[in-house]
């Protein structure tokens, strides 16, 4: 009986610690609106089903951070916004590239990386114009 009970508490602690959207999806911290994400929701609500406290502890933290949106949300302003690096064109190759963005954000870089969006622009303005058309 004793080993039942300690399984089923180990059980629900990692529940409990898995279901914060928060320590699954770090990088979205920072996102004030969007879609939720049905998956840390129900996480979140499983929470609420075993214990009603860390349950709305768990749904407290994924909503104040941001973390329950789905990616693509709105961001609060300086909360993990990506930075614009600006290069001379003369002499770049993908590792300057790399080696300079990892400089201004402090995080490695694969321009190898099919998630990741690179291009070149001929100025300032149509830098802007295409920021805004990423967002």
């Known amino acids: 009986m004793r080993r039942t009970i300690t399984i089923l508490t180990l059980c629900i602690l990692a529940l409990q610690s898995a279901s914060c959207g928060l320590l699954i999806y770090p990088e979205r911290k920072g ?28 749904f407290g933290v994924d909503f104040v951070t ?24 003369g002499g770049l190759d993908a590792a300057a590239i790399e080696r300079a963005v990892q400089a201004a954000t402090g995080q490695p870089v694969d321009l190898a990386d099919p998630a990741l969006e690179a291009f070149a622009v001929p100025d300032a303005s149509a830098m802007q114009q295409a920021l805004a058309a990423a967002r």
């Open 66 to 89: 941001g973390c329950i949106y789905l990616p693509g949300g709105s961001k609060r302003a300086g909360a993990d916004v990506p930075a614009t690096v600006v290069l001379d064109p």
């Open 31 to 58: 996102q004030t609106s969007g879609r939720i994400d049905p998956g840390v929701a129900i996480l979140d609500a499983a929470g609420l089903i075993v214990f009603i406290v860390p349950g709305l502890v768990a």
